[in-house]
């Protein structure tokens, strides 16, 4: 069978593997009879019987056989989650078990669910916006507790009613506006042009205070292309390891130990790091492998959104150093100096070009020193986010498809607003008030493409 809207969806709700409990979710118009099919409550009731949100004790039977017994939970439409009728039944989580009740779901009328179905549906039926609906994706992606907190139900909530709000306001001009041009002679219309502009400005605030946080929203949830940089022997691997938390580089005194660039997502701080360390920039001779390492670490060096060049500061800066300050002064990334290997003592480095940084941090990378991190991750947060903005509370974007929506109103809204400023009719402003309202409203999900809503779904698990 294939899965369309109008088909009722089974899958297992719950991670793969075993565990002690298992949920099979069914959601659609026949999910009360499919799940009657398989569960019959000990009560001897039927399921369609039983008080909604109420959770029945019972066997779950398949060909004849009792399989397991279990809970069944019923929401009825459009109350549960999808907005459809929903059941629950959550049996033993063995694997073969949890595959067995699944199968006898499927075999009683369901289809399998596909990715990310039960919250498509949930935003088709009007119980989420498409922001809410990413939100809930990136929850279940998350990684780092500021993830969690971004993508929480308080936090995506301002954002929604931000964005109607932005919404209704720019529609209550647009209708106003049709309402003149539609019966003239009515004299319909509550809105002077003054009064048009100021809702447009107010409009134009809110989206322009939204796109503020698009630097922390994207810093936190997608995280940073960050490089480690530097010749060899400055300690760049020593600093990556103790970044990621593992041995994950090689650490020797050997020049040229590094070969190829390293990579590993991790959290530090508010912010996401895409972190790679990168073979020591220096003359490789005859060495065509290394050469090649040296390569890949330039071009990555010139790609990356923040660079943390590494120098050893015991020893005065040299023919090697200069290289690297030569490549990362013409990348157009965020620049952080490590002044590595304060634990010697010494400080040869002189005449250090602080000016070609955002910041120039002092610290020893050594095992387990946490204090080194601390340091580095209150640095990085200070110049990657908004420390005003309380992530959990505050409305924040994080996607390109959220920023690129609201620049796009903001575009029409200023041109309106300039418009009216020099003696344009509201009549004639009014596509761009449209135009505006269009990119709010593919923001929201209201007009957005099939394409991008199945792209967003596409990337949820089965099951949720």
Known sequence: ?????????????????????????????????????????????????????TQVFGNIIYNGEIIDDGLATVFSAPHSYTGENVVEISCHGGILVTATVLEAVLSSGAVPADAGEF???????????????????????????????????????ALSENIAHISDTLTSVLGDIYARIDYPDEELGDYTEEDARRVLCDAKENISALLKTYGTGKAISE????????????????????????????????????????????????????????????????DVIEKIGIDRSLEKIRTSELILAVFDIS??????????????????????????????????IKNFPKEMFLD????????????????????????????????????????????????????????????????ISLDAVSSDIERAVGAVSRLSGKSVSEEVVADIFSRFCVGK
Not at 240 to 245: A, F, P, Q, W
Request: one cysteine or more; aromatic letters at 2%.
């Open 1 to 53: 069978m294939t899965v369309n809207h109008f088909s009722t969806i089974a899958a297992v709700a719950t991670p793969p593997g075993k565990g002690g409990v298992a949920v099979i979710r069914i959601s659609g118009t026949e999910a009360v009879n499919v799940a009657g099919r398989v569960f019959f409550p000990q009560s001897g009731k039927v399921l369609c019987e039983i008080r909604p949100r």
């Open 360 to 423: 120039v941090i002092e610290l020893s990378a050594k095992e387990d020193d946490r204090s080194a991190v601390l340091k580095l991750s209150s640095v990085i947060d200070k110049h990657f986010t908004n420390e005003n903005i309380v992530t959990g509370e505050d409305a924040v974007i994080s996607s390109a498809r959220q920023n690129a929506s609201l620049k796009e109103a903001l575009e029409y809204i200023n041109s309106a607003i300039g418009g009216i400023d020099i003696g």
């Open 223 to 286: 995280g940073i292309e960050t490089v480690i940089c530097g010749k060899p022997n400055v300690g760049k691997s020593t600093l990556y390891n103790l970044l990621v938390g593992k041995d994950a580089a090689i650490v020797t005194d050997i020049k040229g130990t590094t070969r190829d660039i390293l990579t590993e997502k991790l959290p530090l701080g508010r912010v996401m790091l895409r972190l790679s360390d990168t073979a020591g920039v220096r003359d490789s001779g005859e």
């Open 315 to 348: 020893n005065p800066l040299d023919k090697e150093d200069e290289k690297i300050l030569k490549v990362i002064h013409e990348c157009g990334g965020a620049k952080l100096a490590i002044l590595n290997k304060v634990d010697t003592g010494k400080r040869s």
């Open 119 to 157: 919250t498509r549906r949930a935003f088709i039926n009007g119980k989420l916006s498409l922001t809410s609906a990413e939100a809930i994706g990136n929850l279940i992606e998350a990684q780092s507790r500021e993830q969690i907190r971004l993508n929480s139900i308080k936090s995506r909530n």
